[in-house]
């Protein structure tokens, strides 16, 4: 079975709440097996990701809240683990996080989300279904692609079930990393992370700081299309249909969608595969 995710982050006004949750109404009808929810690193959206994860939860769909580490004290990561497990919550997306730039790791308890994984369970056994991060094209502060694999292993043996990938563009860097880490014993599924093409300025900044690489082929035509933004949807619709086909195809479990707070464009893509 084809399983499939899509990703929010939490809003900041009223306003954007109610957009957010009409969105969640369209792409409730498509019956996903869960919703995530982002999370500022150090506990800047604790709240703000709480009230997005219940407002999910009281719709009758699975939430997955995301949680990092960094900056956040083990007695802070305890309390949150309770709120969610008195809301019925049974999946979470663990993560180490990205603190602004020059705060550091030092002060931090837990440093990398492999100990994250330990560490919820140990607080809550089996409660959670734990979903870890993949990157394909190597996470971009990684050392070197052997370690960083090595560091997925050791996150899936502390006790992930399911892991998601950044995003990508090029559906062979997902297999060969599949490839790699199951030659290394993993065997939990590894769902694509897909983020549509709509805005190529936006895309092209987000995908420097985040490490995805933008092929020349792609980003050359997007240039081409300046301002036009319903060739740039158009185009973008095409080539990540093009590769989700491919990656499920190949035998990737499900997609998650890199939602953005949009339904347009992820059930563009999504239509044209079913
Ligand atoms: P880790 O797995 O800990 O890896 C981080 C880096 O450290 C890698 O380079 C790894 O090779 C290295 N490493 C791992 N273990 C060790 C070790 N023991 N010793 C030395 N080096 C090690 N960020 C947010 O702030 N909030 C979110 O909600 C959020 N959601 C995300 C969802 C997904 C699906 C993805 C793919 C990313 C998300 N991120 C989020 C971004 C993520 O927090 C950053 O990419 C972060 O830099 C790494 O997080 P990680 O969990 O992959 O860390």
């Excluded at 692609?145 to 996150?155: A, G, I, R």
Aim: proline share 4%.
């Amino acid at each position: 079975m084809t399983t499939l995710s899509f990703e929010f982050f939490p809003t900041k006004t009223d306003e954007g709440t109610e957009k957010l949750l009409k969105v969640r109404d369209e792409l409730a009808a498509f019956n996903p097996e869960f919703f995530s929810v982002t999370y500022g690193a150090g506990g800047s959206t604790r709240d703000r990701t709480y009230a997005i994860v219940k407002a999910i939860q009281e719709r009758g769909i699975a939430a997955a809240p995301h949680l990092s580490c960094v900056g956040d004290s083990t007695a802070d990561l305890r309390s949150i683990l309770k709120e969610y497990q008195d809301l019925g919550i049974d999946r979470i997306v663990a993560l180490r996080g990205d603190l602004p730039s020059g705060s550091g790791l030092a002060n931090s308890e837990l440093r990398f989300a492999n100990e994250l994984v330990e560490f919820i369970r140990n607080e809550t056994g089996d409660h959670f279904k734990l979903e870890v991060a993949a990157y394909p094209e190597m996470h971009p502060q990684a050392t070197n692609f052997e370690q960083d694999l090595q560091n997925f292993v050791n996150k899936v043996k502390a006790g992930a079930d399911s892991a998601i990938t950044q995003y990508f563009f090029n559906a062979d860097s997902y297999f060969y990393f599949v490839d790699r880490v199951q030659a290394m014993g993993v065997d939990i599924p590894i769902i694509p992370g897909i983020m549509p093409i709509t805005n190529y300025s936006k895309l092209a900044r987000f995908s420097d700081s985040c490490g995805a690489e933008i092929p020349r082929w792609i980003r050359k035509q997007l240039e081409a299309y300046g301002d036009n933004s319903e060739s740039i949807q158009q185009f973008g619709e095409d080539v990540i249909t093009d590769m989700c086909r491919r990656l499920l195809d190949g035998g990737a479990p499900g997609i998650h969608f890199y939602t953005l707070n949009q339904s347009e464009a992820s059930l563009r893509v999504w239509r044209n595969l079913v």
